[in-house]
């Protein structure tokens, strides 16, 4: 794969993140101008990744009522605390190593995983409240009786 292709990759695998980590275009677009510039003009896919999560959550500003654009699932992490939902996105959606994770999240390792682990049986509660509340009222499916 040459370069320029991996760059692309990389620069569309991290707004992904940043959309997820902020629940907002805006501010996912603020993550990643401020990656790129922090980086300089050499950098892999991997470390424009990691810089624009930085940069993310960094942004306080995240968006109480998630984007349209991510599919429900994606929306309804946003019924967890800012905690869980950013160590579930860095560990297991976007596959990053417990190092990385604790850095970013300037945690203990074992307060990742224990955000983690706390998150995932909660998982099918979030999606099932998120289509009842109206997080996307077109996916509305419960029974009001």
Request: net charge negative; proline share 5%.
């Amino acid at each position: 794969m040459n370069f320029e292709l991996q760059i692309e990759e990389g620069l569309y695998e991290s707004f992904r993140a940043a959309l997820v980590l902020t629940g907002s275009i805006e501010a996912a677009e603020r993550a990643i101008t401020i990656a790129i510039n922090s980086l300089g003009s050499e950098f892999s896919a991997r470390e424009l990744l990691v810089r624009t999560a930085q940069s993310a959550l960094l942004d306080s500003t995240f968006s109480a009522k998630p984007c349209s654009v991510l599919p429900l699932e994606l929306q309804a992490l946003s019924l967890f605390s800012p905690t869980r939902r950013h160590a579930f996105i860095l560990r297991v959606l976007l596959d990053l190593d417990l190092e990385t994770c604790s850095e970013i999240l300037r945690l203990f390792s074992e307060e990742v995983d224990e955000a983690v682990n706390k998150l995932l049986p909660e998982l099918p509660w979030a999606l099932e409240f998120a289509r009842c509340t109206g997080i996307v009222p077109a996916l509305r499916h419960c029974d009001p009786n």
